[in-house]
């Protein structure tokens, strides 16, 4: 009212700018940009127990009356000896409650609320706005539950136009008070989000950003200002409005506070996962126990009994590990045949259990559904070792600690933990692919040992009979023995019209298609890499070898390997040994002639054709875990230049 007692009209457009302030980005910085904080800040935790405590005793009493909702409130105790910032929270309600309807210049107001807070850290800026709220609220509605007999609380009220609220004539102000009963229940729900994150986050710098606190200060602080408004306009006010636009804002306002909700869950989510991370690696770093580092990797609390022993179909703990040396079979569901085949084999050595021998399937498996959990299922009834009994039991900070740490990605990899829990290898998938039961028990040391052997053929590693059927009686013939692989189909279109014009000249020749042959490739790769493991010096004959096999698939699309029982004649890029064989008809004629036998013609022709590349190659997988940074050039004494490339062959080499 004026000073003559006449009812002010709520002006439209001020509520209209109300809003639009609320949505203005730009307006929204120029606020924030106002920040200077001084040392000797308010008590956050204190000033919002205060605030929720008068809110949340205050909502109640609106639910008590009926205008919308039910609920009661236990009140927090409050730090003995708090002083409030009186003196700002008065300054910020009259702003609020005075200012704010004498002027039509919305941002003015909130310029001047910024501004009057400067001086305090954003979050108390939220928390004085929204006090002053609570002090204008509070004292309004506590007027509610007073004892009739008590004329002066009553008088009071009906100056307070307390009546007009709870004894209403028109239906739709008593539907307004209870949307901004629940509008402010979830502005202080919001509120105590961003106390919460603030006091939460000061451990974990990392995540500070994760609620933009800035923009919610300024979200909550302009629905306090919005709240006030709508509030006392009621009360002191008449229109034809009737705040009707009230419950689309409200909503609006939920969904800010069910943002920023999420948001904190998502910051308490990641911050447990930083603790349980932190706590696992430094389990993992300095175990002092087996069964302490294995049980990290399983959701314990969720099943005390994580394994399952499938020789005898039963649920077991992870103290029956404890004292063993533990092989971690880690694993997707693309666990081959000939892997599990290899495994059992060992598995069912007298000595790997006389050794105090276990070994433990840790199934790592991001997909989902019915057709998942058959699969594993049944890979799982194939293993008589422990596994775990569901792959949801696995520990997801585990996960990502093996992937980072044992630099687990999809091939499968096998760890060798002793006693004590520490890692006695890596990895040994490659060395007992290729050494199998003769690497026993599988530690760096042996693998060093075993490649110090004398006589040691990388073309026997790689031309077992298990690939190749009956290979190794060629071998023991002396027969040519003749394999290619390429990644084109011309290529083998070129290779093998004269493989097959040799044979019919009566040329014992023996050969071998390995393109599609996944056992090959994978043989290959452990070769390599369990060579590798052993810090192997790239220069020795054996691992330029295989090095160059591996190089001439990967860097020219495929490759040809000519060998004479176990001797190797050619080893090389597919696009000079197919120049030799597609030139067959100008020198089989000088095979048998002076002596010269066909490995001896077919290597003069190639010596012939070859042409030195301009550069030297070698291609070696990021998954040997050990990538040697200065190498030598084996062609010239310069030093070779590193080149990280990734590659992606969708399943297939």
């Known amino acids: 009212m004026d000073r003559k007692g006449k009812t002010h009209q709520i002006d439209q457009s001020m509520w209209t700018n109300l809003l639009a302030s609320f949505d203005d980005e730009k307006f929204m910085k120029e606020m924030v940009s106002s920040h200077a904080p001084e040392e000797g800040d308010v008590d ?12 949340h005793g205050t909502t109640a009493i609106v639910d008590s009356i009926g205008i919308q909702g039910s609920g009661s409130h236990e009140f927090k105790p409050l730090k003995e000896g708090f002083n409030p910032p009186l003196a700002a929270i008065n300054e910020v309600g009259c702003q609020l409650t005075c200012k704010a309807l004498d002027t039509k210049n919305v941002r003015q107001t909130l ?11 954003l979050v108390n800026k939220a928390l004085i706005t929204l006090s002053s709220l609570a002090v204008y609220y509070g004292d309004f509605w506590r007027l509610a539950r007073v004892e009739p007999s008590d004329k002066l609380a009553e008088s009071m009220a009906i100056l307070k136009g307390l009546p007009a609220i709870t004894k209403p004539s028109d239906p739709q102000k008593i539907h307004i008070f209870g949307v901004l009963n629940e509008m402010i ?18 451990d974990v710098p990392e995540l500070s950003t994760m609620i933009d606190i800035p923009s919610s200060v300024y ?11 709508r509030f006392t306009s009621p009360i002191s006010m008449v229109d034809d409005n009737k705040g009707k636009d009230l419950p689309t804002f409200a909503r609006k306002v939920k969904m800010i506070h069910h943002t920023i909700k999420r948001h904190y869950e998502d910051f308490l989510q990641k911050k447990e996962e930083i603790k349980e991370c932190q706590r696992l690696q430094q389990l993992f770093n300095a175990p002092t126990d087996n069964v302490e580092l294995i049980k990290a990797l399983f959701y314990i609390k969720d099943d005390p009994q994580p394994l399952f022993l499938g020789s005898k179909k039963t649920k077991d703990k992870v103290e029956s590990l404890r004292r063993k040396n533990v092989l ?5 569901l693309k666990l081959t045949s000939h892997d599990l085949s290899i495994l059992i084999k060992i598995y069912n050595e007298r000595k790997f259990h006389e050794g105090r021998y276990e070994i433990v399937w840790v199934p790592i498996i991001e997909q989902e559904g019915e057709e998942v959990i058959k699969q594993f299922q049944n890979l799982q009834l194939q293993m008589p070792w422990y596994s775990a009994h569901s792959p949801a039991l696995i520990n997801g900070v585990a996960i990502r600690i093996i992937k980072e740490k044992w630099h687990f990605r999809q091939d499968t990899m096998v760890t060798v933990l002793d006693p004590q829990g520490r890692v006695s290898n890596q990895n040994a998938m490659s060395m007992i692919r290729v050494w199998g039961w003769d690497a026993f028990p599988f530690t760096g040391a042996v693998a060093t040992d075993i490649w110090k052997r004398p006589g040691i053929s990388w073309f026997e590693l790689l031309a077992t009979d298990f690939i190749f059927p009956k290979i190794q009686e060629a071998i023991k013939a002396e027969k040519y023995i003749f394999l290619y692989g390429a990644e084109e189909p011309n290529v083998i279109q070129e290779i093998e019209p004269s493989l097959k014009k040799m044979i019919d000249d009566g040329f014992s020749i023996v050969a071998f298609n390995v393109t599609k042959s996944q056992l090959f490739w994978t043989r290959l790769e452990s070769c390599m890499l369990s060579k590798l493991q052993t810090r192997a010096d790239l220069h020795e004959p054996l691992m330029q070898d295989i090095l160059r096999l591996y190089t001439n698939f990967k860097k020219d699309g495929g490759f040809a390997i000519l060998t004479k029982g176990s001797r190797v004649v050619i080893n090389d890029s597919h696009l000079h040994v197919t120049k030799v064989l597609v030139q067959y008809e100008t020198w089989k004629k000088h095979v048998n002639v002076n002596g010269k036998t066909f490995d001896i013609v077919f290597r003069e022709q190639f010596d012939r054709v070859y042409v030195l590349p301009r550069c030297h ?16 050039c084996p062609v010239c004494p310069r030093m070779m230049n590193n080149i990280v490339k990734f590659e992606c062959c969708h399943g297939a080499h």
Not at 44 to 55: A, G, W
Request: proline share 3%; net charge negative.
């Open 219 to 229: 979200r909550s602080s302009s629905v306090s200002l919005l709240a006030l408004f």
């Open 328 to 332: 971690l079979l880690i694993s997707d």
């Open 617 to 632: 190659h070698f291609y070696i997988p990021n998954t040997v875990g050990y990538i040697p940074e200065d190498v030598k």
């Open 44 to 55: 956050v935790q204190s000033l919002f127990h205060l605030v929720d405590n008068t809110l």
């Open 185 to 202: 229940k979830t502005t202080l729900n919001m509120t105590q989000c961003i106390v919460d994150f603030e006091h939460d986050s000061k």
């Open 111 to 121: 310029v001047s609320l910024f501004h009057e807070l400067s001086s305090y850290s």
